[in-house]
């Protein structure tokens, strides 16, 4: 979101340009990319008059609906995953897979639930999550490497 009341709209257009490349080249480099809203395209709003504040709310509704889980009730499980982690992330900001998963059996989570509640939490930014995602005879699956683990986010 930009607001286009405060700078000319030369500058407008180089800020926007500045930022959507910013999260395309950071988007790059991970090895599970993030999902944003229009790729990182700026969208223009005018605070003082209000002039994109209507498709911009419209936008995010769009957006928030076609999300995976909109309108599902979210585990209790998930939420006490998100809780243990949040609780650690001071101390301890980055675990190991074998830690994130030792934390995930403790709250009652499943083996198999890995794949789900790991992409929800990497996608809603509670946990980056640096492992790799691949579907296996039509479940997802979690790729397990050498470098791979979990920093810990805080809100």
């Given at each position: 979101?930009?607001?286009?009341?405060?700078?000319s709209?030369?500058?407008?257009?180089?800020?926007?340009?500045?930022?959507?490349?910013?999260?395309?080249?950071?988007?790059?480099?991970?090895?599970?990319?993030?999902?944003?809203?229009?790729?990182?395209?700026?969208?223009?709003?005018?605070?003082?008059?209000?002039?994109?504040?209507?498709?911009?709310?419209?936008?995010?509704?769009?957006?928030?609906?076609?999300?995976?889980?909109?309108?599902?009730?979210l585990?209790?499980k998930?939420?006490d995953?998100?809780e243990?982690?949040?609780?650690?992330?001071?101390?301890?900001p980055?675990?190991?897979?074998?830690?994130?998963?030792?934390?995930?059996?403790?709250?009652?989570l499943e083996t198999?639930?890995?794949?789900?509640?790991?992409k929800?939490?990497?996608e809603?930014?509670?946990?980056?999550y640096?492992?790799?995602?691949?579907?296996?005879?039509?479940?997802?699956?979690l790729?397990?490497?050498?470098?791979?683990?979990v920093e810990?986010m805080?809100?």
């Amino acid at each position: 979101v930009t607001n286009i009341d405060q700078v000319s709209a030369e500058a407008l257009d180089a800020q926007c340009a500045q930022v959507k490349s910013c999260i395309q080249e950071r988007n790059k480099r991970m090895k599970v990319p993030l999902s944003f809203l229009e790729d990182g395209e700026s969208m223009r709003v005018n605070c003082l008059v209000g002039t994109g504040v209507s498709g911009l709310r419209e936008r995010l509704i769009e957006y928030g609906k076609s999300r995976p889980w909109y309108d599902e009730y979210l585990p209790k499980k998930w939420l006490d995953l998100q809780e243990k982690l949040r609780e650690g992330a001071d101390a301890r900001p980055y675990t190991s897979w074998e830690d994130y998963k030792a934390i995930a059996i403790d709250v009652g989570l499943e083996t198999e639930d890995l794949p789900t509640v790991t992409k929800f939490l990497n996608e809603t930014g509670s946990i980056r999550y640096f492992g790799d995602y691949h579907v296996e005879n039509g479940s997802e699956q979690l790729e397990a490497g050498a470098s791979e683990g979990v920093e810990r986010m805080d809100e």
